[in-house]
């Protein structure tokens, strides 16, 4: 069993940066790859990048390419979403996940323990 607990989020203007922190419980963490989603109400749950279990490997959203970077300090069981150049468009609720997979995984059913999110609100 893993807990996740998302902090860091909050009210930036457009162009500001901010770091999101999935803090998670259980000795086991550095066994599961993170992921990163976000959410609009009304909107599917989109995929924002995740990482792989020893934080070797990444892998993001095309749009996301290049303002967003995924790290993780495992022995402080925690993993970090970096977002710069934010936009209105980044307002969103995000959560993290944790997946037993070894690759990069890219999608929500290979998942298996989420966060309850953190808000994000980028104001023009």
């Known amino acids: 069993q893993v807990q996740l607990v998302e902090s860091g989020g909050g009210l930036v203007q457009a162009g500001g940066s901010l770091r999101l922190s999935c803090a998670a419980s259980?000795?086991?963490?550095?066994?599961?790859?993170v992921g990163w989603f976000r959410q609009v109400p009304g909107k599917e749950r989109e995929f924002v990048g995740a990482i792989t279990r020893s934080g070797i490997y990444t892998d993001y959203a095309d749009s996301l390419k290049g303002r967003f970077t995924i790290s993780r300090d495992n022995a402080k069981n925690t993993v970090y979403l970096q977002m710069n150049s934010l936009k209105p468009g980044d307002t969103a609720v995000y959560s993290c996940a944790a997946s037993p997979r070894v690759a990069v995984p890219l999608r929500q059913i290979e998942y298996d323990y989420w966060g309850q999110g953190t808000q994000v609100t980028v104001s023009s």
């Open positions: 259980g000795r086991t963490f550095s066994s599961y790859a």
